[in-house]
């Protein structure tokens, strides 16, 4: 058992407590508060005049994917010979060893969510991943697939434009969006339909079974075999409102015509950059649609992020967006607290600003019953601090990712 005493504790859920105790055992947060009873013979680890946080999650990025420090030739973010590859998985292109995610640990960036970029409608699947060390990505895995990504604007209809395919326009954008999700929901029907098939063939064989063999006649045949479509298998999940879509939408009509789309469909979605979200902040709130905001740290490299401003999550916050900040990158993910320090400069509130990076992307991940908040019972990542979590002059002491310690100064 380790015992991490005389902290600040910003729970995420449950406010502060000051000088405060968190108990972790068998990589689990075995209790949180004040004057806690640590058991004997535990280790101990003194936060006197530190402050205790979850580890950080960033909900969108592409680390392990665009490797650090090689270039762009062993780049595998965007398959950029089909517009839509939903079968495309995240989970196959990550390198466990990609030097990003030392980088990652030693801030404090514990759980990442990573996987294709947005050249394409339909890049593929996210996978969400611990920043531990590791040889396999599978001993990193949260959750896999932990989201559809999609893009619309500028990326996709100019990947493919220039080669005069579609989509070359937004109309092409959303017109081949739509064409896609309806051929997924089709196939779905097409599928349950042939399941119904064969449920009905295995009940006449059995009755055909349980006769005595002179009054059996002919054997039931089965229903023709169903022809499997790995795109359209891809897609049922989130046909079916059981994996989350990811649309990346900068301009304020590309995030309507996400939301237009994703409500024709019924697909349960989430705005990733939501650029120009501040410009439609109320209704995004009316609807309850989380916005994945960010990089905030950015250059206006694009025609569709003129308009862009580090003001945003605030504005997105303040009208009650549940926003998420993420930075949509590899290495420079390690910049997720400052991020979210730049945002309470320009008018984010505090508390939202650290939910931003930890409670909130793992609620809209899904994983928030593991992560983001440090709880009885939750993963024991957390992240011991110099001071404040948003003073760009505070650096970690102590990182724990299930109760085993990352990084420690020092050492």
């Not at 030097?99 to 409608?121: C, H, K, Q, Y």
């Not at 739509?178 to 009940?203: C, D, G, I, P, W």
């Not at 059981?242 to 939408?249: E, G, P, Q, T, V």
């Not at 990158?329 to 939910?355: C, D, H, T």
């Amino acid at each position: 058992m380790l015992a991490v005493i005389n902290g600040t504790i910003y729970t995420m859920t449950n406010g502060i407590i000051n000088k405060g105790t968190v108990l972790i055992d068998n990589r689990r947060i075995a209790d949180v508060g004040v004057n806690l009873r640590v058991p004997e013979g535990a280790e101990i680890y003194d936060a006197e005049g530190s402050v205790i946080i979850p580890g950080m999650v960033d909900a969108h990025c592409h680390t392990g994917i665009f490797p650090d420090g090689v270039g762009l030739s062993e780049s595998d973010g965007n398959e950029m010979t089909d517009p839509v590859t939903p079968h495309l998985r995240g989970i196959d292109a990550v390198h466990p060893e990609d030097m990003a995610f030392r980088d990652l640990r030693e801030a404090g960036i514990t759980t990442v969510n990573t996987g294709p970029g947005s050249a394409n409608l339909i890049g593929g699947q996210f996978v969400c991943l611990k920043t531990k060390k590791a040889s396999t990505v599978e001993e990193m895995i949260v959750m896999a697939p932990s989201g559809m990504k999609m893009a619309l604007g500028e990326n996709p209809k100019r990947t493919y434009g220039d080669r005069k395919t579609l989509p070359s326009t937004r109309m092409g954008n959303a017109a081949q969006l739509r064409s896609v999700l309806q051929s997924a929901m089709n196939y779905r029907e097409k599928k349950l339909r042939h399941q119904e098939k064969h449920e009905t063939f295995l009940e006449k064989l059995l009755r055909w079974e349980s006769k005595p063999e002179e009054e059996r006649g002919d054997r039931p045949q089965p229903p023709d075999p169903f022809d499997c479509d790995i795109k359209m298998e891809a897609l049922i999940p989130v046909i079916e409102g059981k994996l989350r879509a990811m649309i990346h939408s900068h301009r304020a009509d590309d995030i309507m015509t996400a939301i237009r789309i994703s409500e024709e469909f019924g697909l349960r979605f989430s705005i990733e950059h939501a650029t120009e979200g501040y410009k439609i902040a109320d209704l995004l709130a009316a609807r309850k649609i989380p916005c994945v905001v960010g990089p905030i740290f950015f250059s206006r490299m694009k025609y569709e992020l003129r308009e862009m401003t580090p003001r945003n999550p605030g504005i997105l916050s303040r009208a009650g967006v549940k926003v998420a900040i993420q930075t949509d990158e590899m290495s420079a993910v390690k910049y997720l607290r400052i991020n979210a320090a730049l945002a309470v400069q320009q008018g984010m509130g505090e508390e939202e600003a650290l939910k931003a990076i930890t409670i909130y992307p793992a609620e809209i991940i899904g994983i928030a019953d593991r992560i983001g908040s440090l709880e009885k019972g939750k993963d024991a990542d957390l992240v011991v601090l110099s001071g404040h979590p948003l003073d760009y002059r505070s650096v970690p002491e102590l990182v724990l990712i299930d109760g085993e310690k990352v990084f420690e100064s020092g050492s």
